[in-house]
C-alpha cells in the first residue's frame, strides 16, 4: 500500500486521491512502526521476504500470493497508467489490498494471544472496510471509469465486512 501511494502522490489526477495517498502512507507506516516495536520488544525480526507470510493464521503462503499484494506486474501497469484510470487503478488496487489487510487484522484480533496486538489488529481491520467504502464513494463522485474484471467498490466491501464477522 505504502508503495502504491508513493506512485499515487506523483501521478494521481485529482487531489483527493492524492490526499488518500497521504493518509496511507502515514497510517501504514505508523502501524509498521508499531509492529516493529512490537517486535523488538519480543526480541524478534520481521520474516524475510522470501520466507512464506500467513503462516500465523495457518495459511502459509509465497508473498506473492498474498491475498491484495500488488506484484511488480500490478505496480508496473498503476505507473504507466494516466489520467482518471489512473486513480481509478490506484483505489482498485488499494481497495483490493485493504481487504487482503482486514481478513488478516480481523483474524489477529479474533486470536492474538496479545492485547496490545489484538487492539490494534480490531483498529486496523475497522479503519480499513471504512477506507474501501470511501474510495468507492470517491469514485462514484469523480465519476472514475472501472476496471475491467475488477471486483466493484460495493463487494470489495463486502469481503471486508465479511472477513470482520
Do not use: C
Not at 516495536?37 to 520466507?51: A, C, I, M, V
Not at 466491501?157 to 470482520?164: N, Q, T, V
Request: charged share 25%; proline share 5%; aromatic share 6%.
Amino acid at each position: 500500500a505504502v508503495g502504491m501511494a508513493r506512485i499515487a502522490l506523483d501521478q494521481a489526477d485529482s487531489s483527493t486521491i492524492r490526499i488518500f495517498a497521504s493518509e496511507v502512507i502515514i497510517s501504514q507506516m505508523r502501524e509498521i512502526g508499531l509492529l516493529d516495536s512490537f517486535l523488538d520488544r519480543w526480541g524478534q525480526l520481521r520474516k524475510n521476504r522470501d520466507e512464506p507470510v500467513m503462516a500465523w493464521m495457518g495459511m502459509p503462503m509465497p508473498l506473492e500470493e498474498m491475498p491484495g499484494y500488488a506484484d511488480e506486474i500490478e505496480l508496473r501497469a498503476l505507473r504507466e497508467t494516466t489520467g482518471p484510470e489512473f486513480d481509478s487503478l490506484f483505489l482498485t488496487m488499494l481497495a483490493a489490498h485493504h481487504v487482503g489487510g482486514t481478513q488478516m487484522a480481523a483474524f489477529a484480533a479474533d486470536n492474538a494471544r496479545n492485547g496490545d496486538v489484538a487492539a490494534l489488529a480490531e483498529i486496523i481491520a475497522r479503519n480499513q472496510s471504512i477506507e474501501i467504502a470511501e474510495y468507492g464513494e470517491t469514485a462514484n463522485r469523480l465519476m472514475l471509469p472501472s476496471i475491467p474484471g475488477a471486483p466493484t467498490f460495493a463487494e470489495y466491501a463486502e469481503l471486508a465486512r465479511l472477513a470482520k464477522t
